[in-house]
C-alpha cells in the first residue's frame, strides 16, 4: 500500500518537486495509514521496501559539454603533469648535507643521555 503510493511521485500528493525526501514520505505513510513516522525511522521502512538511496545529478543548465570535451583534451593534461623532483638544499653554511628537519637536529636532549 505505501510502495504503490509512493510509486505515484511526490507531486502526486502536492509536492512541489519530484524529489522524495524521508521528511515528505513520512507525510504520505501519515496521510495512507494514518501512523506517523520520525523521518529519521523512515529510512528503515524504505529498506524493508527495497527503495534505494539515489541523488538526482545536478548540472548547470549552461553547461556547454563541447567546451568541457576540449578542456579535458587540451588544458587538463597541462595542468595534471606532475612537477618536477627538486632536490631539498642545506640549510648549514658550514655543513652541506645537514638539514634542519633531521631528528637529531631538533633541540633538546641528545639520544641515549639521561637527563643530569
Same mark, same amino acid.
Given at each position: @500500500?505505501? +510502495?504503490?503510493? $509512493?510509486? @505515484? =511521485?511526490?507531486?502526486? #500528493?502536492? #509536492?512541489?518537486?519530484?524529489?522524495?525526501? $524521508? /521528511?515528505?514520505?513520512?507525510?504520505?505513510?501519515?496521510?495512507?495509514?494514518?501512523?506517523?513516522? &520520525?523521518?529519521? &525511522?523512515?529510512?528503515?521502512?524504505?529498506? *524493508?521496501? +527495497?527503495?534505494?538511496? @539515489?541523488?538526482?545529478?545536478?548540472?548547470?543548465?549552461?553547461?556547454?559539454?563541447? !567546451?568541457?570535451?576540449?578542456?579535458? %583534451?587540451?588544458?587538463?593534461?597541462? $595542468? *595534471? *603533469?606532475?612537477?618536477? /623532483?627538486?632536490?631539498? =638544499?642545506?640549510?648549514? !653554511?658550514? !655543513?652541506?648535507?645537514? !638539514?634542519? +628537519? &633531521?631528528? %637529531?637536529?631538533?633541540? =633538546?636532549?641528545? /639520544?641515549?643521555?639521561?637527563?643530569?
Amino acid at each position: @500500500q505505501i +510502495d504503490a503510493a $509512493l510509486r @505515484q =511521485g511526490p507531486r502526486a #500528493f502536492g #509536492f512541489a518537486t519530484n524529489l522524495w525526501t $524521508l /521528511a515528505r514520505v513520512a507525510v504520505v505513510i501519515k496521510r495512507q495509514s494514518g501512523v506517523q513516522y &520520525h523521518p529519521a &525511522h523512515v529510512w528503515r521502512l524504505l529498506r *524493508k521496501l +527495497d527503495w534505494t538511496l @539515489q541523488r538526482p545529478a545536478t548540472r548547470a543548465r549552461e553547461r556547454d559539454e563541447a !567546451r568541457i570535451r576540449e578542456w579535458v %583534451s587540451t588544458r587538463w593534461p597541462k $595542468l *595534471k *603533469k606532475t612537477p618536477v /623532483a627538486v632536490e631539498r =638544499g642545506s640549510s648549514s !653554511r658550514t !655543513r652541506a648535507g645537514s !638539514r634542519s +628537519d &633531521h631528528p %637529531s637536529a631538533a633541540p =633538546g636532549l641528545r /639520544a641515549g643521555r639521561p637527563p643530569s
